[in-house]
């Protein structure tokens, strides 16, 4: 009888747990061990409804000193390490039992078997399915963020704890634990850019470098399966990075930076690509006198000496000396693949070509040779005022800046139909923009996209082109050798994009340019929408964003390519991405799509290959149909409806954060200053500088912040609008609107994760006249919960029990490391406090320590 995965689960925590109390007693003393036994106890008889274990543990966190507190909070920390680790492995084992008893009566849902039913389905012939998945380009975007704050010597210990468990080996597993707790967690120093760039690439040349050639080859067997004949597909997944391209309000992105990125990537990739040829040429030892080789396989092993007689080593040898001496480019190398692969299944032999060539042309077809091109990203201001001085410097205008914005778009235009370049020869920029915009862009190399944020109107786009032209990048009526791509990120720009790229298109510069790079990427933001419009208005102009911006690219005949920028938490786009690529507007979707994967996500979805190719075959199923374009439009009365809620839903989410007192109440009961203090990030928590307006405050420290205090706000504030429509309106557009019922859930897994009773904690924080905010908050969230309730008829979390049970085991783990933070932060505060660095520290473990118990921190 198969045992059941959930008491494997649950013996794996309880033996993870075990383990780590017994490297606290050993490494911190039985006394200390006891302390932490109290706390835990006191926690869950709290979570039971024990309103003395409370007062009790308030009183033994004022109690305590900064050592202890640091390392209760340490010692928390770590089991939700241990229990995250064990989460991971047990999806890993409900993976593998769901595949095992997958059938073609009961495929996997959203996997290769059940994505091949589908598009047999829909009548799509074998060649037909091939084409359309060979045309599939899904670009996944790894980005730097503070919520992966975990040190990479961390990361080191806990695969090696995953490897033994593997192993079953009791004896070295206890070893491993107390090497974990014994373990410095917190960084000396703010991590570098550099830092950021070799721990966000960090699952390309490791799991994912595995994960890859797994998922194309339960693809072509699943199509196989179905049609009967096994198809030939390239890797529908490619991968982009922005880390160390993203200069938008971080001065230590620097072209030197950008150059290290490239490079860095580049020789990752080519390391791996080496042992790959290195490990074919021990391998592919065939005889010439027992299998001839193909007239291409022996003319390409020529020149090498060694090997005689075995013309497969040579062919390989070669490719691997003109890979080391940079003499190989993609497209020669995925050809030699391919005529070796030939060779071998002409000879009878494409077990073997499948077996050791495919994984190579898998990987080769995902990874390229740079392993993940870098963007460009840079705010319109910077990119402005670079292209200000450079017509200055060339003597085309004296103050551009100072010109109405329709006057710079016509200046721009007219002065990119020549080839000239404008900076005098041996004359260096004056400003730091110009500077550095010119500097990245000689720096670049591996190019992705350059992505001009806070995107306001084509003269944004086009002060590119004309940096861009610089640098030789540029020609009159030539494309560039790469997108450009707007993003449009608050309400207002979202409105207005549609316009603004009729406009675009309407330019003969840039009409030139899409028609070239046959389309136009854009890239919607879901962070600053949400910031500035609050979580339903965000959601819906997003949506209406796309329908129109689609629509405006078919009026001009070319494709527009999305780009997601999407955050892990529900409140930036987060959830589940399958459901979220499932439920974008009909027709919007094309064979192009991309996303951006950032901070904790990475680890949830590729520190392990089960994860990362289950991960992988979710997004490609939904994103497969989605390219059919074959939904249907909502309802117009649904998107009338919708647009009524969403307008007053603007106006509660508004009125809070208007509301006098709620930037110094915000400040006071969240960690946002003590966010933007410690060494989280590269990246300054605030675009320009310490400001005190939301509006400056990036959105990433604003939704961490709300999230370390449980209240994750900005995933369901305002939605309480929805209470004016009339309740089976709701219930119908849930049921029939795909977009609405994610909207819906999404909302809900932010509200349940969100916890009333431990955020209140945070008010001993708040001045007393403040404190009415809270109370505002908390009847909104009273308000908004039953609401869903009512529309799902059902708990809120009604179909992912899975979750619902996590947030119930984690809960009163997590409640002490709130608690311990909030008498932390109350000494942080107090005179002098900012300078103990012991007391610095243990504030950061706090946050680190949230942040791993809720797996889900901005």
Known sequence: MREDPFSLLKEEVDLL?????????????????????????????RRQGDEGAGEALLAKAGALSVAEAEALVRAFTHYFHLVNLAEERHRVRVNRLRAEAETPEAPRPEGPLALAQALKARGLSLEEAEAHLNRLELLLTFTAHPTETRRRTLRHHLERIQEVLERGDREELKARVALLYATEEVRKARPSVEDEIKGGLYYLPTTLWKAVPLLLERLEAAFERVYGKRPRLKSPVRFRSWIGGDRDGNPFVTPEVTAFAAAYARRVAKERYLAELEALVRDLSLSEA???????????????????????????????GKLEGEALSEEDFARALLQAERGLEEAGLGEVARVFLRPLSARLSAFGLALAPLDLREESGKLLEAAAELLRLGGVHPDFLGLPEEAQEALLTEELKTPRPLLPVGQ?????????????????RDRGAHVVSMAHGPRDVLAVFLLAREVGDYRPGKPLPYDVAPLFETLEDLRRAPQVLRRLLQNPVFLAHARGRGGVEVMIGYSDSN??????AANLALYQAQEALAAVGREAGLRVHFFHGRGTSTARGGGPAGRAIASLPPRSVGHRLR??????????????VELAVRHLEQLLYHFALAALAEGGDPRPSWLEALEEAAALSVERYRA???????????????????IGELPIASRPVYRHGRVRDIRDLRAIPWVMAWTQVRLLLPGWYGLSALEGLPLSLLQEMYRGWPFFATTLESAAMALAKADLGVARLYLRLVPEPLRPLFDRIAEEYRKTVALLEAVFQ???????????RQIALRNPYVDPINLLQVELLRRYRAPGGAEDEALKKALLLSILGVAAGLRNAG
Not at 29 to 42: I, N, P, T
Not at 297 to 310: D, S
Not at 531 to 536: E, H, P, S, T
Not at 595 to 608: I, K, S, V
């Open 17 to 45: 747990g075990r383990l780590l109390g017994e490297a606290i007693g050993r490494v911190s003393g039985e006394r200390f061990f006891a302390l932490v036994e109290e706390v835990r106890l006191l926690s869950k008889a």
């Open 290 to 320: 027992r299998l001839p080789a193909p007239r291409a396989v022996r003319e390409g092993g020529e020149g090498v000496e060694r090997f005689p007689g075995e013309p497969y080593r040579r062919y390989f040898a070669a490719l691997y």
């Open 428 to 444: 260096a920029p004056e400003g730091e923009a110009l500077r550095v915009a010119l500097g990245a862009l000689r720096a670049w």
């Open 531 to 536: 910031k500035d419009a609050g979580f339903l």
């Open 595 to 608: 996303l951006t994967e950032q901070g904790e996500a990475l680890a949830d979805r590729y520190g392990h």
């Open 656 to 674: 809070l954060l208007q509301a006098e007192g709620f930037f110094p109440f915000f400040e006071h009961l969240t960690p946002i200053r003590e």
């Open 794 to 804: 059902a708990p809120l979390l009604h179909n992912q029990k899975t979750l619902e």
